[in-house]
């Protein structure tokens, strides 16, 4: 078992910045893939960025080049540097790692990106 624990949400104009932080209960990011979903309402849950446990990383089309994934496993801490925010980025972020065959989540963290 591990618990995930999401901070760095926020209210932030269009054009602006935000980091978002993960922390788990215990090291997994260098041994199991975890990543960042987000939920906008009325939509499913989208893939936002995953990163491997060997560092290899994937991101949605909609955040390439905009949103950057990376981890400190000292920290035990995942993060998301986001980038030229958009207000069609405004969602719920959830963080998620997978244990085998066990998906984990974050309780989330509301980004709004609004002027």
């Known amino acids: 078992q591990v618990q995930l624990v999401e901070s760095g949400g926020g209210l932030v104009q269009p054009g602006g910045s935000l980091r978002l932080s993960c922390t788990a209960s215990r090291n997994i990011f260098s041994s199991y893939s975890t990543g960042w979903y987000r939920q906008s309402p009325g939509k499913q849950r989208e893939l936002v960025a995953r990163?491997?446990?060997?560092?290899?990383?994937n991101y949605a089309d909609s955040v390439k080049g905009r949103f950057t994934i990376s981890r400190d496993n000292a920290k035990n801490t995942l993060y998301l540097q986001m980038n030229t925010l958009k207000p069609e980025d405004t969602a719920v972020y959830y963080c998620w790692g997978v244990i085998r065959t066990t998906d984990y989540w974050g309780q989330g963290t509301q980004v709004t990106v609004s002027s």
């Open positions: 990163i491997s446990s060997g560092g290899s990383t």
